[in-house]
């Protein structure tokens, strides 16, 4: 036995598979080898939380408490862990105060031992009440410090350097931390770094300190030995299937190279290559889930633009959706611009997603042209205090026309927050009274009870619900990506839409190819301008319109949520109609012509197809 054994924590059931295959793992794709896992004498087991919690009810149709009493049940002896999100739980906004209380202590009784708390800004704000709960279901508290760097590249400079990061392990320490994590999502911690940064928080922490952290760039393996050798208590790693690429270091080589030092993990090289063989067979089947397969499996580009691995899918499907894939390069310069205007949010879940989306939009349209209601939010101070402050132009354009303010405030963001799970038990108490059930209702008000209808049998499972991981390798994926063609020149009939990905407006210009009748539509949000050309009739879609009225046709897939206005209201062109989510964002769509509403054609929760009739107006 070593004198100092490096603890391992596996990721395996939890990040591993949120990194490489959209988390979408199945339970009985993981029951095989948990008691075995079990077995394998790891320090704790990532298990839960993150992504996991949306992804199992919005595409798996599986239970996430179920799955954690079954992980419970079938791992007894090892640590189980979950990442939780601060005051945003599992979901992507805060909650009131009342829904962490009730969240963290349901977590606690139904079977998980370390919660790992972070925020995305590091802002105690948003980490306090979490904090306080864990304390108070007395299971372990792990403060996980968000890693970030600015244009550099490396540990120091005017922001991110020792004393940052000293100074929150400090904060983090006063909240009851249990232990203190290095959180680098995105594997920008070089090595040299973390030896210095491990050194300084060992010297400082009586607590011990646990390193997590992603192979994106290249650099996790020997930033994780770096930081052994520095004297870090725990590491993060996973089989090896599922390791490497935008994942964590792969244990076995992580236990070879230990072996015989004084920090020697302990673990069975041979046993975990069995539980890795085992993945082998599993893992083929969510193969349409991997990002392309490109020949490298790093990316040293994120040592520049600082992305985190599922944020670049992301950008790239966006770009995609605007026919502009060709600026990938543009808006991978543009986010650090981007992100040095908005105070140098650390790049983690939402703010990746915010600092991504507003840089495509920077690139396509403009520098703030358009802004995101997700960045004003984020910039009137709801998601809370950034690192740097904010540019005093950006703030100023970001909130001219922002309902809720023109000036920031200045208080913890959910001090402002009603209490929610009355609400929500109210709302499902047709469903189930179950407090599992009324957390999934609580966190995703529209997936959550889509979900719930079908756990209790009121609703059919959908078939690709049921197909994820369980579609056979031969099964062609669907075609994602349309061939980008060459571009003839607009015709005078070509008509703009605006198309809305991830919470961002695109105008995607659409012009019939010798059709007879030439649709007409308001353009860029303004109303329709009267031309020479013989007015048309807008082709309807739907029986219930008339020959003179406007439909309004979703422009992307998506879930409605709820409409803005009732039927028989008079609205413009251009006001607040409806409300559609797709990936994860909010999109609030603008009415398309001016009139009297003369039917809203859907009902909330409503999966909404590209194309399909979102309302009638009558002009
Ligand atoms: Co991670």
Known sequence: ??????????????????????????????????????????????????????????????????????????IPNTKLSMLLRGQSLVGYRAYADDVVHAFVQHSAETGIDIFRVFDALNDVW????????????????????????????RLGGDIFNLDYFL??????????????????????????????????LKAELKVPLQLHTHYTS????????????????????????????????????????????????????????KMSDYLETALPRYKSFMESPRAAVIDPRVLKHQ???????????????????????????????????????????????????????????????????????????LYGRPPAPIESEVMQTALKDYEKGQTPISEKPSATLEPEMDRARDAVKDISSDTGDVLIYALYPTTGLKFLHIKHGQEEMPEDMKNVGRVT?????????????????????????????????????????????RPQAPQGGKPAKQSEKPKQKVKTSHPDAGPDDVVMPAPMPGLLLRYLVEEGAAVNTGDSLVVMEAMKMENTLPATASGTVKKLTLVAGASVKKGDVLAIITP
């Not at 320490?173 to 050194?199: C, N, R």
């Not at 792969?250 to 290559?273: C, N």
């Not at 840089?359 to 042209?369: A, D, E, P, T």
Request: proline share 5%; net charge negative.
């Open 1 to 74: 036995m070593a004198d100092n054994p490096v603890k391992i924590s596996d990721t395996t059931f939890r990040d591993a598979h949120q990194s490489l295959i959209a988390t979408r793992l199945r339970i009985e794709d993981m029951e095989p080898i948990a008691a075995e896992m079990d077995s394998m004498g790891f320090y704790s087991m990532e298990v839960w939380g993150g992504a996991t919690f949306d992804v199992t009810t919005r595409f798996l149709g599986e239970d996430p408490w179920e799955r954690l009493r079954t992980f419970r049940k079938l």
């Open 126 to 153: 948003n980490l306090e009440t979490a904090a306080a709960e864990v304390v108070k279901s007395g299971k372990h508290l792990q403060m996980a410090i968000c890693y970030s760097v600015t244009e550099s590249g």
């Open 167 to 200: 100074g929150k392990a400090r904060q983090f320490v006063e909240l009851g931390a249990d232990s203190i994590a290095i959180k680098d999502m995105a594997g920008l911690l070089a090595p040299y770094d973390a030896f210095e940064l491990v050194t300084a």
């Open 218 to 273: 290249g650099m996790a393996s020997m930033t994780a030995l770096k930081a052994i050798e520095a004297g870090v208590d725990i590491v993060d790693a996973c089989l090896s299937p599922l390791a490497l690429r935008t994942s964590q270091p792969a244990v076995e080589p992580l236990v070879v190279t230990l072996r015989d030092t004084e920090r020697d993990s302990g673990l069975d090289f041979d046993k975990l290559v």
């Open 307 to 381: 992305i985190p691995g599922g944020m670049t899918s992301n950008l790239v499907s966006q770009l995609r959706e605007a026919d502009a894939l060709d600026r990938l390069d543009d808006v991978l310069s543009e986010i650090p611009k981007t992100r040095k205007d908005l105070g140098y949010p650390p790049l983690v879940t939402p703010t990746s997603q915010m600092v991504g989306s507003q840089s495509v939009s920077n690139v396509l349209f403009g520098r703030y042209k358009m802004v995101s209601g997700q960045v004003k939010d984020y910039v009137y101070g």
């Open 473 to 517: 390798p031969t099964t062609p994926a669907p075609q994602k990506q349309a061939a980008v063609q060459e571009t003839p020149a607009a015709s005078e009939f070509a008509r703009t839409f605006n198309v809305f990905v991830d919470g961002e407006r695109f105008e995607v210009v659409v012009d019939p190819v010798g059709g007879e009748e």
